[in-house]
């Protein structure tokens, strides 16, 4: 096993001025299963591609373990890949697929069969060792990809979205397959995914990027308690942290009735981040016209636009941005009512509109 080093790591692409990762300064602990997340084209599977050694470092450097492997070819850096497409050999079984590229580097038969079998037991795969990749479903088609990856033993398991083909009930059973392998096989792995669920449920540590630049590396309740700055905030939870930009006045940010208190530094006016469980209903307070009620069963969530027309989102280019409030399912409002919501004291966030950091 081995720890993985970023070290100001960039890459520009031909043609471009603006870095797809831009000086990238990131550590993955020796066992440690680290998500990579962020919206399209934020520069997290050109990171893997970099640590795989399929990307060239226009600067900087990338360790794995004790050793510079920069400018190591990809077959030598002791990695192993999962893509999300499976890149299986339609005419191998099963058995012959996973074994591969063992053949490949001359690993002697029985050896071969030894390791295959292990994985094989590992992943629930030894009924269909004598398959073809056809007579598979996806999700056991990307296990077969798994164990490819896990009779290397390599040092590093890097993951490139590889349950995005799979249908969404499979794609929650065979993410919990995957995190529980990883702790029990205990090798250092970078999984890339742009479902922040995902990368919540899976990942020991999640680091979030944003246009090739670094947001935040932490554990996924720090990210969910404690975000950085207000991208972060939005990207991280499910449904999404309500922001919206409220005026100070006489050191409180003013949502409509509500009032909230806001540090000296705040200037003439702040995004207020407030997650749909931290709102409480309240008899005087911020007041919501109620668009859509989702009920789930277990949860209901109220969708709606704020009462006072003059506060904004603070993502100016969310059109349609509704306040979501997490509401008792036993008793929601109707469509075209208005609530009233207090904001649990605990449960608000500040961010600075000039550049979005945290503020409290």
Not at 13 to 23: L, N, R
Not at 110 to 119: G, K, N, T
Not at 150 to 169: C, G, H, T, W
């Amino acid at each position: 096993m081995a720890s993985v080093v970023f070290k100001d790591a960039s890459r520009i692409y031909p043609g471009t001025t603006t870095p797809a990762v831009d000086k990238l300064n990131l550590t993955v602990n020796d066992g440690e299963f680290l998500v990579l997340v962020g919206p399209s084209g934020c520069g997290k599977s050109t990171s893997l591609r970099m640590l795989a050694g399929l990307e060239e470092i226009d600067t900087g450097a990338i360790f794995i373990g004790d050793r510079d492997v920069t400018n190591v070819a990809p077959k030598d850096r002791d990695i192993a890949m999962v893509f999300q497409s499976y890149a299986l050999y339609p005419h191998m079984t099963v058995a012959e697929n996973m074994g591969f590229a063992l053949k490949i580097a001359g690993v002697a038969k029985e050896e071969r069969d030894r390791r295959v079998l292990e994985a094989a037991k590992l992943l629930d795969l030894e009924p269909y060792l004598e398959r073809k990749p056809k007579a598979l479903s996806g999700g056991q088609r990307q296990r077969v990809a798994m164990g490819r990856a896990i009779v290397r033993e390599p040092q590093v398991f890097l993951m490139d979205e590889p349950l995005s083909n799979l249908d969404a009930k499979l794609r929650v059973a065979t993410r919990t397959q995957i995190a529980a392998l990883q702790r029990r096989l205990g090798i250092t792995t970078v999984y890339v995914t742009h479902d922040q669920v995902e990368a919540m449920t899976m990942g020991d540590r999640v680091a979030v990027l944003k246009d090739g630049l670094l947001q935040q590396v932490d554990t996924p309740r720090n990210l969910y308690d404690n975000p950085a700055n207000a991208f972060v905030a939005g990207f991280i939870g499910s449904p999404a942290m309500n922001l919206l930009i409220a005026p100070v006045s006489g050191g409180k940010a003013k949502l409509g009735g509500l009032e909230l208190d806001v540090p000296a530094s705040a200037g003439s006016s702040v995004i207020v981040g407030i997650r749909p469980e931290g709102f409480t209903p309240a008899s005087k307070g911020f007041d919501i016209q109620v668009e859509v009620v989702e009920e789930l069963g277990a949860d209901a969530f109220v969708y709606g636009k704020p009462a006072d027309s003059s506060l904004k989102f603070a993502n100016a280019s969310d059109e349609g941005a509704q306040v979501i409030v997490r509401w008792d399912p036993k008793n929601p409002p109707k469509s075209g009512q208005t609530v009233t919501v207090s904001a649990k004291g605990d449960a608000v966030h500040l961010f600075n509109v000039a550049d979005g950091k945290r503020l409290k």
